[in-house]
């Protein structure tokens, strides 16, 4: 099996895999992170903000600043996406990039996704759009006309041949397209790739709505994808381990990296570590949690700081995407704030997918756990609370701040859950602009990429003091770490693991005792865009033999073997002639037709044991041969049939037969019989096999 | 391997569904239904034809439930609590979601209604679904280490599904698909039923519409509608009894567009309670509808908010002025529809639309039969039939041709028909067998039918061989190919599916070996390193002389020289003629070059050897160690000849063992052929 690693950052993932003559790909992520190259004139003080990052020279004040938001897609130019046969996503975050493969390449082959992934993923792009659309709003009056003309021409769109992996957005269109090619799956549903040769099953990920392990087989092997694994326990169903044991091959990628010392927004790093300790910024920052459980539970400290802060009246601006972390948040959030009696405070979500999000949450009671399974089965309610709330008009649905009530964003006490790419364009920017310098709000940080984009603001309090909203960080990353990871991996048992090489070194830096005894033979760890061999046992492969093929069999004890085979019971063999037939890759044994006579006969006999001179001469005597003359033979004297198997000595057997001549050389492991006379051949073999083993 | 099929209901008859499948020492029970047409007994399965203990847990090994209807999952707490079935129920979600709303409505219907005894209460309702397991649709479930279900969308009604069950690994195992009940075309809110090509050993579909085919469904729904719109032109009532869930969901889609596109204002109600319930649900289960229901669902609109119905209550039986009621149950057997039709039946202006299946003896199945005037319901009373009454086929089963299709998707073995009555299950069961050519059966309750199935054995099957058996026979053929990577891409669907290919495979099968019985087929080359075995090399030799008949010998005898030239042509044609000879009869092209044959294992070198050369080096060819001076033979058994000194063909052979078929077979047609053309 062959492993080439498409992208090139933690951030995403994307794999090209050869396996059985077939080719697919493991999920196909878009990263958004290029985004924060970008930064809008209209920030709060993002004059300032621009100078201080150019004087810290980060990249945001490269060209990028002037130019149109791309994203980052993996190597797909190297790949020939003609060739490809299936694509499987593992995540609805890890599908951002296919409308470039299922639009803009020759890909013909299908898509396979979890039913919540697809939906959930029409959902995060309609947030990208919408973001992308912002920042270029934002950015465009910066860019002179002529440039702009070039830009929003049609000739412009992502290049297929373009042999960067930066890319300008998809449309609409072709998103919508792209996902109606997405063949949407049930967990524990076998789908066949390239007419049968492999067969892909998903199962519960855990991480979020819909999220999938992949399991391939296909002759008797089997190739686990953990790309989108949680431990924690969430209201998606968790993650189911028992199919994923065993495997010939796992690739796991879903794993919570320890943050890179140097990360490549260094400088604004630094910029954000003077911050922390700047005491005016009242920084609720969770200090980071090595288990992905306690992060969880961090996660609940956000319901609390939120009813805190409305009821002193402060806003809330929660920028958390339509997810499913969403509704996990309003629910928590709307049941904090009625215990502490402020029900009739507002909430918003403003997103373009929120009705949407909405709307799908309220059905997939399937692909959650138990729990809210019964809510639905015993109580004929939603599996989350944001369906009666917002059926209840506690909580108002906007596709964009404009349908917001006048006097909401002033009022106090309101909450507002927005999209969650950029805090510099969109619903969210406005809403920093309104709220920004008002101590008593609360900015929530979820998504890692905006913990990083949180640092522009940071940047905007140090220099200028206008940014004073309270900023609580509780980034979520349900993945296990690699400490957690362990104890999975050694309940799971795969032959050989491979792993993205920046996970392996976080792997490796897992206390020894943890490590101990992984269980797996080899370990693999694939570099960006490299390509690794992963080599997979030869198995047999399960035929169905048909009875009447069976009923033929006469097996019979194979002497001489019992003792060798670990005493595990005498094996019995029979020869065995059948008819092969090959169906959608799969095959049945069936009896050969009784008058059909091979064409081109064969007598393969599968002969051994130990040769004795004596014991053949005394059968050869028995025989009733006239003249038995044995005599020595050095090695190189042999005829070359034997020396062909052998160097060693043997010994000459010469025989008449009347006035037929035989002469049989023989050594301890080959026989070469010569006569002109054919019964005297056969004779001399008998004689030969009265003294060996013949199967 | 016998698939064993017990009807313990709808045997030849619609009620009571419960059919109980044995597969390879697995039995399962397929639905447990109540029978509506009855008040005894025989409402229930006959369960005693299970085991003769009364202990069915163990008997059983899974009970599944097909939908939510009462025909089919009625007697199911009854079965659990009060004859202690213990054992895993499977059903889809809707099912789970929907059945306690039905057997709650039952039970009240039997016990505050009809004041009979009840067979089970609300507390054994909630304990029986707490055994049941939940299904997604096409997932793969695995009951035990060998038993395996599926669940595949069956229209119908929400959350309705067919299921195939098997023991054992896919292609080994028996197999059944049970169908419950079925929709092939979908309708408002349903999608139809799907079903792959899983060839299963038995299908057991339903055949209420054995016979039928219904026109189009649009055309009905039309009609449908114009007649309730007539009714209350004239200022009536409109009766729809319906089951609770489905039906009535679909029909008031219908009626509600209507109202909105031709703006009406009378009243449309749902019988209070159930209905209601059964809306919220409806709005949960929206994954479960068909594509139009989600797509309008995603962009906002629920269909199942209805916003012209209202909850009928007792009072509005008597109010004046033109309405239409769905109310169930859907047979007239009880319950709110019978006590609104006391009420309206008489009326001339009224209308009772009866829009699903009713079993015989109800008061709806009289109605469709046509009855008009008296008609005594109970004891207590009589309702003198003056209301129009309509029949529509609004039942979402799938008609003769439907099943038929299903029959063909699914590519089954043997059929079995249940749940139908057996004149037409007769005619269906004639059609199956002579269109399809797939024996039917279509037994009574408590008649076992024994299904033999095909059981395969599960041999694995090395690699090596299996790659080199394709190698040696690759054909033009696609998925032989296909496995070897030289496939053609997307190949079309009625390549798929069909058997393509075939080759001779030979090998060594070895089972034992520990416990775990596995058979496993090796290559030959496989046996020896497999056990440990240092396999003993055989091979042969032997060299052919092939001379002049004396007579033409001696006539040469005065010109030696010319006599070795034309020695040396005529060797030359023998050798080409013997090497055309083994060519034409092997199958594959034998090697020949600078007076080698090859063939496989087996070599024979040619060699033409003059009395002059007779004491160089054609005597003792390498390959041959004769020992010079052995007997040769000649082709004309003349040994003097030749060790006079004659001339003659040598042909120098050995071979291995594995060839010596072929190699005895090709040596005797060197010499025959040598000999003949000298
Ligand atoms: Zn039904």
Same mark, same amino acid.
């Given at each position: 099996? *062959?492993?080439?690693?498409?992208?090139?950052?933690?951030?995403?993932?994307?794999?090209?895999?050869?396996?059985?003559?077939?080719?697919?790909?493991?999920?196909?992520?878009?990263?958004?992170?290029?985004?924060?190259?970008?930064?809008?004139?209209?920030?709060?003080?993002?004059?300032?903000?621009?100078?201080?990052?150019?004087?810290?020279?980060?990249?945001?004040?490269?060209?990028?600043?002037?130019?149109?938001?791309?994203?980052?897609?993996?190597?797909?130019?190297?790949?020939?996406?003609?060739?490809?046969?299936?694509?499987?996503?593992?995540?609805?975050?890890?599908?951002?990039?296919?409308?470039? !493969?299922?639009?803009?390449?020759?890909?013909?082959?299908? !898509?396979?996704?979890?039913?919540?992934?697809?939906?959930?993923?029409?959902?995060?792009?309609?947030?990208?759009?919408?973001?992308? &659309?912002?920042?270029?709003?934002?950015?465009?009056?910066?860019?002179?006309?002529?440039?702009?003309?070039?830009?929003?021409?049609?000739?412009?769109?992502?290049?297929?041949?373009?042999?960067?992996?930066?890319?300008?957005?998809?449309?609409?269109?072709?998103?919508?397209?792209?996902?109606?090619?997405?063949?949407?799956?049930?967990?524990?549903?076998?789908?066949?790739?390239?007419?049968?040769?492999?067969?892909?099953?998903?199962?519960?990920?855990?991480?979020?709505?819909?999220?999938?392990?992949?399991?391939?087989?296909?002759?008797?092997?089997?190739?686990?994808?953990?790309?989108?694994?949680?431990?924690?326990?969430?209201?998606?169903?968790?993650?189911?381990?028992?199919?994923?044991?065993?495997?010939?091959?796992? @690739?796991?990628?879903?794993?919570?990296?320890?943050?890179?010392?140097?990360?490549?927004?260094?400088?604004?790093?630094?910029?954000?570590?003077?911050?922390?300790?700047?005491?005016?910024?009242?920084?609720?920052?969770?200090?980071?949690?090595?288990?992905?459980?306690?992060?969880?539970?961090?996660?609940?400290?956000?319901?609390?700081?939120?009813?805190?802060?409305?009821?002193?009246?402060?806003?809330?601006?929660?920028?958390?995407?339509?997810?499913?972390?969403?509704?996990?948040?309003?629910?928590?959030?709307?049941?904090?704030?009625?215990?502490?009696?402020?029900?009739?405070?507002?909430?918003?979500?403003?997103?373009?997918?929120?009705?949407?999000?909405?709307?799908? $949450?309220?059905?997939?009671?399937?692909?959650?756990?138990?729990?809210?399974?019964?809510?639905?089965?015993?109580? =004929?309610?939603?599996?989350?609370?944001?369906?009666?709330?917002?059926?209840?008009?506690?909580?108002?649905?906007?596709?964009?701040?404009?349908?917001?009530?006048?006097?909401?964003?002033?009022?106090?006490?309101?909450?507002?859950?927005?999209?969650?790419?950029?805090?510099?364009?969109?619903?969210?920017?406005?809403?920093?602009?309104?709220?920004?310098?008002?101590?008593?709000?609360?900015?929530?940080?979820?998504?890692?990429?905006?913990?990083?984009?949180?640092?522009?603001?940071?940047?905007?309090?140090?220099?200028?003091?206008?940014?004073?909203?309270?900023?609580?960080?509780?980034?979520?990353?349900?993945?296990?770490?690699?400490?957690?990871?362990?104890?999975?991996?050694?309940?799971? *048992?795969?032959?050989?693991?491979?792993?993205?090489?920046?996970?392996?070194?976080?792997?490796?830096?897992?206390?020894?005792?943890?490590?101990?005894?992984?269980?797996?033979?080899?370990?693999?760890?694939?570099?960006?865009?490299?390509?690794?061999?992963?080599? @997979?046992?030869?198995?047999?492969?399960?035929?169905?033999?048909?009875?009447?093929?069976?009923?033929?069999?006469?097996?019979?004890?194979?002497?001489?073997?019992?003792?060798?085979?670990?005493?595990?019971?005498?094996?019995?063999?029979?020869?065995?002639?059948?008819?092969?037939?090959?169906?959608?890759?799969?095959?049945?044994?069936?009896?050969?037709?009784?008058?059909?006579?091979?064409?081109?006969?064969?007598?393969?006999?599968?002969?051994?044991?130990?040769?004795?001179?004596?014991?053949?001469?005394?059968?050869?005597?028995?025989?009733?041969?006239?003249?038995?003359?044995?005599?020595?033979?050095?090695?190189?004297?042999?005829?070359?049939?034997?020396?062909?198997?052998?160097?060693?000595?043997?010994?000459?057997?010469?025989?008449?037969?009347?006035?037929?001549?035989?002469?049989?050389?023989?050594?301890?492991?080959?026989?070469?019989?010569?006569?002109?006379?054919?019964?005297?051949?056969?004779?001399?073999?008998?004689?030969?096999?009265?003294?060996?083993?013949?199967? | 391997?016998?698939?064993?099929?017990?009807?313990?209901?709808?045997?030849?008859?619609?009620?009571?569904?419960?059919?109980?499948?044995?597969?390879?020492?697995?039995?399962?029970?397929?639905?447990?239904?109540?029978?509506?047409?009855?008040?005894?007994?025989?409402?229930?399965?006959?369960?005693?034809?299970?085991?003769?203990?009364?202990?069915?847990?163990? $008997?059983?090994?899974?009970?599944?439930?097909?939908?939510?209807?009462?025909?089919?999952?009625?007697?199911?707490?009854?079965?659990?609590?009060?004859?202690?079935?213990?054992?895993?129920?499977?059903?889809?979600?809707?099912?789970? =979601?929907?059945?306690?709303?039905?057997?709650?409505?039952?039970? *009240?219907?039997?016990?505050?209604?009809?004041?009979?005894?009840?067979?089970?209460?609300?507390?054994?309702?909630?304990?029986?679904?707490?055994?049941?397991?939940?299904?997604?649709?096409?997932?793969?479930?695995?009951?035990?280490?060998?038993?395996?279900?599926?669940?595949?969308?069956?229209?119908?009604?929400?959350?309705?599904?067919?299921?195939?069950?098997?023991?054992?690994?896919?292609?080994?195992?028996?197999?059944?698909?049970?169908?419950? %009940?079925?929709?092939?075309?979908?309708?408002?809110?349903?999608?139809?039923?799907?079903?792959?090509?899983?060839?299963?050993?038995?299908?057991?579909?339903?055949?209420?519409?054995?016979?039928?085919?219904?026109?189009?469904?649009?055309?009905?729904?039309?009609?449908?509608?114009?007649?309730?719109?007539?009714? !209350?032109?004239?200022?009536?009532?409109?009766?729809?009894?319906?089951?609770?869930?489905?039906?009535?969901?679909?029909?008031?889609?219908?009626?509600?567009?209507?109202?909105?596109?031709?703006?009406?204002?009378?009243?449309?109600?749902?019988?209070?309670?159930?209905?209601?319930?059964?809306?919220?649900?409806?709005?949960?289960?929206?994954?479960?509808?068909?594509?139009?229901?989600?797509?309008?669902?995603?962009?906002?609109?629920?269909?199942?908010?209805?916003?012209?119905?209202?909850?009928?209550?007792?009072?509005?039986?008597?109010?004046?002025?033109?309405?239409?009621?769905?109310?169930?149950?859907?047979?007239?057997?009880?319950?709110?529809?019978?006590?609104?039709?006391?009420?309206?039946?008489?009326?001339?202006?009224?209308?009772?639309?009866?829009?699903?299946?009713?079993?015989?003896?109800?008061?709806?199945?009289?109605?469709?039969?046509?009855?008009?005037?008296?008609?005594?319901?109970?004891?207590?009373?009589?309702?003198?039939?003056?209301?129009?009454?309509?029949?529509?086929?609004?039942?979402?089963? =799938?008609?003769?041709?439907?099943?038929?299709? @299903? !029959?063909?998707? $699914?590519?089954?073995?043997?059929?079995?028909?249940?749940?139908?009555?057996?004149?037409?299950?007769?005619? @269906?069961?004639? *059609?199956?067998?002579?269109?399809?050519?797939?024996?039917?059966?279509?037994?009574?309750?408590?008649?076992?039918?024994?299904?033999?199935?095909?059981?395969?054995?599960?041999?694995?099957?090395?690699?090596?061989?299996?790659?080199?058996?394709?190698?040696?026979?690759?054909?033009?053929?696609?998925?032989?190919?296909?496995?070897?990577?030289?496939?053609?891409?997307?190949?079309?669907?009625?390549?798929?599916?069909?058997?393509?290919?075939?080759?001779?495979?030979?090998?060594?099968?070895?089972?034992?070996?520990?416990?775990?019985? &596995?058979?496993?087929?090796?290559?030959?080359?496989?046996?020896?390193?497999?056990?440990?075995?240092?396999?003993?090399?055989?091979?042969?030799?032997?060299?052919?002389?092939?001379?002049?008949?004396?007579?033409?010998?001696?006539? &040469?005898?005065?010109?030696?020289?010319?006599?070795?030239?034309?020695?040396?042509? %005529?060797?030359?044609?023998?050798?080409?003629?013997?090497?055309?000879?083994?060519?034409?009869?092997?199958?594959?092209?034998?090697?020949?070059?600078?007076?080698?044959?090859?063939?496989?294992?087996?070599?024979?070198?040619?060699?033409?050897?003059?009395?002059?050369?007779?004491?160089?080096?054609?005597?003792?060819?390498?390959?041959?160690?004769?020992?010079?001076?052995?007997?040769?033979?000649?082709?004309?058994?003349?040994?003097?000849?030749?060790?006079?000194?004659?001339?003659?063909?040598?042909?120098?052979?050995?071979?291995?063992?594995?060839?010596?078929?072929?190699?005895?077979?090709?040596?005797?047609?060197?010499?025959?052929?040598?000999?003949?053309?000298?």
């Amino acid at each position: 099996m *062959k492993l080439t690693r498409l992208d090139n950052s933690s951030g995403t993932k994307c794999y090209l895999v050869k396996f059985r003559k077939t080719t697919f790909l493991l999920d196909c992520g878009l990263s958004t992170k290029s985004i924060l190259d970008f930064c809008p004139r209209r920030l709060p003080a993002a004059k300032e903000c621009f100078a201080y990052a150019e004087d810290v020279g980060t990249k945001m004040t490269s060209e990028a600043a002037h130019n149109q938001p791309v994203y980052e897609v993996c190597a797909l130019s190297e790949v020939d996406l003609e060739s490809v046969d299936a694509i499987l996503i593992s995540d609805f975050t890890e599908m951002l990039a296919l409308p470039y !493969i299922t639009e803009l390449s020759h890909f013909r082959g299908n !898509i396979y996704a979890t039913e919540p992934t697809v939906a959930l993923a029409r959902q995060a792009c309609e947030e990208l759009l919408a973001a992308d &659309q912002a920042l270029r709003l934002e950015t465009l009056s910066t860019i002179s006309k002529r440039k702009r003309r070039r830009q929003s021409n049609p000739q412009d769109a992502p290049q297929v041949a373009s042999p960067s992996t930066s890319r300008a957005i998809f449309s609409r269109d072709e998103m919508l397209a792209s996902l109606s090619k997405v063949s949407g799956v049930h967990y524990s549903q076998d789908v066949s790739i390239a007419g049968g040769l492999l067969k892909a099953t998903a199962f519960a990920g855990g991480l979020h709505l819909g999220s999938a392990s992949w399991v391939i087989e296909g002759g008797g092997r089997k190739l686990v994808y953990m790309g989108s694994a949680s431990l924690v326990d969430a209201k998606c169903c968790s993650l189911d381990r028992n199919p994923l044991r065993f495997a010939d091959a796992l @690739l796991l990628s879903s794993v919570a990296l320890p943050p890179p010392p140097n990360q490549d927004r260094g400088t604004l790093s630094d910029v954000q570590e003077a911050l922390v300790r700047k005491p005016s910024l009242s920084l609720l920052s969770q200090p980071p949690t090595p288990a992905s459980q306690d992060r969880h539970s961090a996660f609940k400290a956000i319901p609390n700081a939120v009813t805190d802060v409305v009821r002193d009246g402060g806003n809330v601006l929660l920028p958390v995407g339509s997810g499913d972390l969403v509704h996990e948040l309003i629910d928590e959030i709307a049941s904090a704030l009625k215990a502490a009696r402020l029900e009739a405070k507002p909430l918003y979500f403003v997103s373009p997918a929120a009705q949407r999000s909405i709307a799908h $949450a309220s059905i997939n009671m399937e692909w959650m756990t138990p729990a809210q399974r019964d809510k639905v089965y015993d109580k =004929a309610s939603a599996p989350y609370d944001s369906t009666a709330l917002a059926a209840e008009g506690r909580l108002r649905l906007l596709s964009d701040l404009q349908q917001l009530p006048a006097g909401a964003l002033t009022d106090g006490g309101c909450v507002i859950f927005t999209a969650a790419l950029s805090v510099r364009a969109g619903p969210t920017a406005q809403v920093l602009r309104a709220w920004g310098a008002d101590p008593s709000s609360l900015l929530v940080v979820t998504e890692p990429l905006l913990a990083d984009d949180c640092a522009l603001l940071e940047a905007t309090n140090h220099l200028c003091g206008s940014f004073r909203m309270q900023l609580l960080k509780c980034v979520v990353d349900r993945r296990p770490t690699p400490f957690e990871i362990m104890p999975l991996l050694r309940y799971l *048992k795969p032959r050989t693991l491979a792993v993205p090489s920046e996970l392996w070194e976080a792997l490796l830096a897992v206390p020894a005792a943890a490590r101990a005894s992984l269980g797996t033979e080899d370990t693999v760890a694939i570099p960006p865009r490299e390509r690794v061999s992963v080599s @997979l046992p030869a198995r047999a492969v399960p035929v169905a033999a048909s009875s009447a093929l069976a009923l033929q069999v006469q097996l019979t004890e194979l002497p001489g073997t019992s003792e060798g085979h670990r005493g595990e019971g005498s094996l019995r063999v029979s020869r065995v002639s059948a008819n092969l037939s090959v169906r959608d890759g799969s095959f049945a044994l069936t009896a050969p037709d009784p008058g059909a006579t091979a064409h081109f006969p064969k007598a393969s006999r599968l002969i051994w044991g130990q040769l004795t001179l004596d014991g053949y001469a005394r059968a050869l005597k028995e025989q009733n041969f006239d003249a038995v003359t044995i005599c020595a033979v050095r090695g190189e004297q042999l005829p070359l049939a034997i020396r062909e198997s052998t160097e060693e000595d043997g010994a000459l057997v010469s025989v008449t037969w009347g006035h037929h001549l035989g002469k049989v050389w023989m050594t301890a492991n080959a026989t070469h019989i010569v006569s002109n006379q054919p019964v005297l051949r056969f004779m001399l073999q008998e004689a030969l096999f009265t003294q060996l083993h013949v199967l | 391997m016998d698939i064993r099929v017990l009807p313990l209901g709808a045997g030849q008859d619609v009620g009571r569904s419960c059919v109980l499948v044995t597969l390879a020492g697995r039995t399962i029970m397929f639905d447990c239904g109540i029978h509506m047409g009855y008040n005894d007994e025989r409402r229930f399965p006959d369960f005693k034809y299970i085991s003769r203990s009364g202990n069915y847990t163990e $008997a059983i090994d899974a009970v599944i439930i097909t939908h939510f209807h009462l025909d089919h999952c009625g007697a199911l707490a009854y079965f659990t609590e009060v004859h202690g079935y213990n054992g895993p129920i499977f059903m889809t979600h809707p099912t789970k =979601a929907l059945i306690p709303l039905m057997l709650e409505d039952f039970r *009240k219907v039997l016990v505050d209604r009809l004041g009979e005894n009840e067979h089970f209460n609300s507390r054994h309702i909630k304990n029986c679904m707490k055994k049941v397991i939940a299904l997604d649709l096409m997932e793969t479930y695995k009951v035990d280490d060998e038993l395996e279900i599926r669940a595949y969308y069956a229209g119908h009604v929400l959350g309705a599904a067919m299921f195939y069950a098997r023991v054992g690994d896919q292609e080994f195992g028996p197999s059944v698909v049970y169908t419950g %009940d079925y929709n092939m075309t979908p309708d408002r809110h349903l999608g139809a039923a799907q079903i792959d090509r899983c060839r299963p050993d038995l299908l057991i579909t339903e055949s209420t519409y054995a016979t039928t085919i219904r026109d189009s469904k649009r055309a009905r729904e039309r009609d449908f509608v114009q007649q309730v719109h007539e009714c !209350i032109k004239d200022g009536g009532k409109v009766l729809i009894p319906v089951f609770a869930l489905g039906r009535a969901q679909e029909l008031a889609i219908l009626v509600e567009e209507y109202w909105e596109r031709v703006g009406l204002t009378a009243p449309i109600y749902f019988s209070a309670g159930l209905t209601a319930k059964a809306n919220l649900y409806y709005k949960l289960l929206i994954n479960w509808t068909s594509a139009q229901v989600k797509a309008s669902h995603e962009r906002g609109t629920n269909m199942f908010d209805f916003r012209h119905v209202a909850q009928f209550e007792r009072a509005h039986i008597e109010k004046p002025g033109p309405c239409v009621l769905f109310a169930s149950p859907g047979m007239l057997h009880a319950g709110m529809s019978l006590e609104v039709f006391k009420s309206w039946g008489s009326g001339e202006k009224n209308m009772v639309i009866l829009p699903g299946y009713c079993v015989a003896g109800t008061v709806g199945a009289k109605l469709i039969a046509g009855h008009r005037g008296p008609l005594e319901i109970d004891k207590r009373c009589t309702v003198d039939v003056q209301c129009k009454v309509r029949y529509l086929s609004f039942s979402a089963h =799938a008609d003769a041709k439907g099943i038929m299709q @299903l !029959i063909r998707q $699914a590519a089954p073995k043997n059929v079995l028909l249940v749940h139908g009555e057996k004149a037409k299950m007769d005619f @269906l069961k004639a *059609k199956i067998s002579s269109t399809l050519g797939i024996p039917c059966y279509n037994p009574p309750n408590g008649e076992v039918v024994r299904v033999a199935a095909a059981c395969a054995v599960k041999v694995h099957v090395s690699q090596t061989l299996l790659q080199r058996s394709l190698a040696e026979h690759a054909s033009a053929s696609i998925t032989t190919t296909t496995y070897l990577g030289k496939r053609t891409r997307n190949p079309s669907d009625e390549q798929v599916g069909e058997p393509v290919d075939v080759v001779p495979v030979e090998g060594v099968l070895v089972s034992g070996g520990g416990s775990a019985l &596995q058979l496993k087929l090796l290559d030959n080359t496989e046996v020896a390193p497999a056990f440990g075995i240092v396999p003993h090399a055989l091979s042969f030799g032997c060299t052919l002389r092939c001379c002049r008949s004396t007579s033409q010998q001696r006539a &040469q005898d005065g010109a030696r020289e010319i006599g070795k030239l034309k020695m040396e042509a %005529d060797a030359s044609a023998a050798l080409d003629a013997s090497v055309e000879a083994v060519r034409s009869w092997l199958p594959v092209e034998p090697d020949y070059e600078q007076g080698v044959l090859r063939v496989g294992s087996f070599e024979a070198r040619f060699n033409v050897v003059g009395s002059s050369q007779l004491a160089g080096t054609g005597g003792e060819p390498e390959i041959s160690p004769v020992p010079s001076g052995s007997p040769a033979t000649c082709s004309r058994g003349d040994q003097q000849d030749a060790n006079a000194g004659g001339e003659y063909i040598e042909v120098a052979c050995q071979w291995k063992a594995d060839d010596a078929p072929m190699a005895e077979r090709a040596i005797s047609l060197l010499r025959q052929s040598i000999s003949d053309s000298l």
